[in-house]
């Protein structure tokens, strides 16, 4: 089944305790994505990557980092979170040419 | 720079009457056009999208938009809601030409359905 699976789905943690959120997908897309959706402001965009070993920022990138070593894996690094980070994030991806994403089913993320 | 407007953020309509979710963008150069959909608790769905074809976009479950360009709007319109029609709705943009794609997403609509 193509999708996208992001890991862990639920994660609780304390302030300055370094995290990765993974984000996998079997489509063979190019193009990967973060995001992240807080009450009313909708989804921003992080990070995004072209491809392997391409990325480059979004709207959010402070507090951020992504790697791309190989095309299907697009991991979300968080070096020292903050209570600012606690948010709900989606990974997506996407065909070339601005078409349609893919989103993962997210992982809600408190910092305390 | 490309923006996207959600012009409403909550929105009630009874079953059986017309939707409409209303979006304005701005773009520099030609964009895509998105509606995402969200139910609760759950992740985005793709329903419809504008790549520079058909100003009129059809998508699932009954739902269509219409690209104007001199309104720079693409609402979304359903003739008839359904109870299950009752979720978060998302209009979204890019334009950045070949070599970066960066989407921009509005703050988005709540659609409630009324029995």
């Known amino acids: 089944e193509a999708q996208v699976t992001q890991n862990p789905r639920y994660l609780i943690t304390v302030t300055g305790k370094k995290l990765t959120v993974t984000c996998s997908q079997n489509m063979n897309h190019e193009y990967m994505s973060w995001y992240r959706q807080d009450p009313g402001l909708g989804l921003r965009q992080i990070y995004y990557?072209?491809?392997?070993?391409?990325?480059d920022k979004g709207d959010v990138p402070e507090g951020y980092k992504v790697s791309r070593k190989e095309k299907r894996n697009f991991p979300l690094i968080l070096e020292s979170p903050s209570p600012n980070q606690t948010s709900l994030y989606f990974c997506a991806s996407s065909p070339p040419n601005r078409g349609e994403q893919f989103f993962g089913p997210g992982t809600r993320l408190t910092v305390l | 720079a490309q923006s996207v407007t959600q012009l409403d953020s909550h929105v009630s309509v009874s079953e059986g009457t017309p939707v409409l979710l209303r979006c304005n963008y701005s773009s520099s150069y030609s964009p895509s056009l998105f509606w995402y959909v969200q139910h609760p608790n759950k992740g985005l769905q793709l329903l419809l999208k504008y790549t520079s074809a058909a100003t009129l976009v059809k998508g699932i479950n009954g739902f269509e938009a219409e690209f104007k360009k001199s309104e720079t709007s693409f609402h979304l319109t359903k003739p008839s809601a359904h109870m299950s029609d009752a979720a978060e709705y998302f209009c979204v943009v890019s334009d950045q030409p070949s070599g970066t794609y960066k989407y921009i997403f509005g703050t988005g609509t709540r659609l409630k359905v009324l029995a």
């Open positions: 990557s072209m491809n392997v070993e391409v990325t």
